[in-house]
């Protein structure tokens, strides 16, 4: 069974620090890696996708895949109140088209 | 701007009729697209997978005499749910995979209430 792990939260960060938000997967043989943000009552938005180790930065998000580690991460810098929402990590293995989304990380920032 | 559209936003209908709802991708060709349905403050359940031209795959549990899937062109999947009941009351988003974009957007939701 694939699997793709988040914690729940809340996750509370004050407005102006980095937010971290973590995900691991189980299967090894993964390729893509997502991150989407859904606000209460909305479909999910797409924010960013890696494929490569490392990091990948998109104004104030940071996506850092460690392949070896089998673990995705999410960095927002200079965190907003409208930055506030679930954040849920995806994952497509290298078999199967079958995106499989992790159940998401409550995000709140502070004001 | 959006790359899925889905039609209609909100529908409210009777117990026992059937509704229809549309998933079109805008700028892109999709094979595959998804159906998920979400409770309030539930995460997202993938209920099936539409593919073009084929039959759809359905998750387990799920029943594919009352949630009809068609796929019939490269931009739009319909979902029916049949004799609908208040306990199918819930957010249905859809999805398409851009295989050239190697990423898959999801529409904008349909919101459906059975009284």
């Known amino acids: 069974q694939k699997e793709v792990e988040q914690n729940s939260g809340p996750l509370s960060v004050p407005e102006g620090a980095i937010a971290s938000l973590n995900c691991t997967y189980s299967?090894?043989?993964?390729?893509?890696f997502f991150w989407y943000r859904q606000y209460s009552g909305k479909s999910p938005e797409l924010i960013m996708f890696?494929?490569?180790?490392g990091d990948k930065e998109d104004g104030r998000f940071t996506a850092q895949l460690n392949k070896a580690s089998q673990y995705v991460s999410l960095l927002i810098r200079d965190s907003q109140p409208s930055d506030s929402a679930t954040y849920l990590c995806?994952?497509?293995?290298?078999?199967?088209?079958?995106?499989?989304f992790g159940k998401g990380t409550r995000l709140h920032i502070l004001p | 701007g959006a790359v899925v559209s889905q039609h209609p936003s909100r529908v409210i209908c009777k117990s026992g009729t059937s509704v229809k709802i549309e998933c079109r991708s805008l700028?892109?060709?999709?094979?595959?697209m998804f159906w998920y349905r979400q409770f309030p403050k539930q995460s997202l359940m993938l209920m099936a997978t539409?593919?073009?031209?084929?039959?759809?795959?359905?998750e387990q549990g799920v029943e594919k005499d009352k949630f009809l899937i068609n796929h019939a062109s490269l931009t739009l999947s319909t979902l029916t749910v049949t004799s609908a009941h208040p306990e199918d009351s819930s957010f249905y988003i859809c999805?398409?995979?851009?295989?050239?974009?190697?990423?898959?957007?999801f529409g904008p939701g349909t919101r459906l209430l059975v009284l």
């Open positions: 999805s398409a995979r851009d295989w050239k974009r190697e990423t898959q957007y």
């Open positions: 299967d090894r043989g993964s390729q893509s």
């Open positions: 890696i494929y490569s180790n």
């Open positions: 995806a994952v497509i293995g290298d078999r199967d088209d079958k995106i499989i």
């Open positions: 700028d892109f060709q999709a094979t595959t």
């Open positions: 539409s593919n073009e031209g084929s039959k759809a795959t359905y």
